[in-house]
């Protein structure tokens, strides 16, 4: 008989990043930034998490850093959220989710190689990742998002005083 096994991990968040001082150095003398969230989420309804909702914290958060915000931007900030269930027997949900997020700044770049060519490319990022128990998912994704917004705006100032 095979028996299954669940492995839980106790809550858990790791944090990566590409903000050191060459990447801070790509938000010198920008101009405006556009805004793009994304939520992935694979819970079937289990929980639910409003796009708009973290659009408008995203979006609040750089206001009252006085970041210019223009949907017309060509470099925007892209924050990407992934709800993903665990599962227990019988591939039945046990109420607890691992939450990925990214957030990264895309602007375009040019190869060093081959000045000609032109790409869409993430020049400063962050990421975090937790294990969230369900009823714990909103409040702890926007307090995530958050936390990786003032980091944004402290990178973001450091090189634009």
């Known amino acids: 008989m095979i028996r299954a096994t669940l492995l839980v991990l106790c809550p858990l968040a790791l944090a990566f990043a590409s903000d050191d001082k060459t990447d801070r150095a790509s938000l010198k003398g920008l101009k405006a930034v556009c805004t793009v969230v994304e939520v992935s989420d694979q819970s079937q309804g289990a929980v639910s998490l409003s796009q708009e909702q973290l659009l408008s914290d995203v979006r609040d958060k ?9 949907k017309e931007a060509t470099a925007c900030l892209y924050l990407n959220v992934r709800l993903l269930p665990a599962m227990g027997r019988n591939s039945k949900p046990i109420g ?31 990421a975090n990742m937790a294990n969230v128990p369900a009823q714990d998912v909103e409040r702890t994704t926007r307090e995530i998002v958050t936390d ?4 944004f705006v402290r990178a973001y100032k450091s090189v634009n005083k």
């Not at 750089?62 to 223009?70: E, S, W």
């Not at 607890?96 to 081959?114: G, H, P, V």
């Open 96 to 126: 607890l989710y691992a939450a990925d997020f990214k957030l990264e700044f895309l602007q375009a770049a040019t190869l060093a190689r081959d000045p000609a060519i032109r790409t869409y490319a993430s020049t400063w990022s962050l």
């Open 62 to 70: 750089l206001n009252m850093a006085k970041i210019p915000v223009d």
């Open 148 to 151: 990786l917004m003032e980091k």
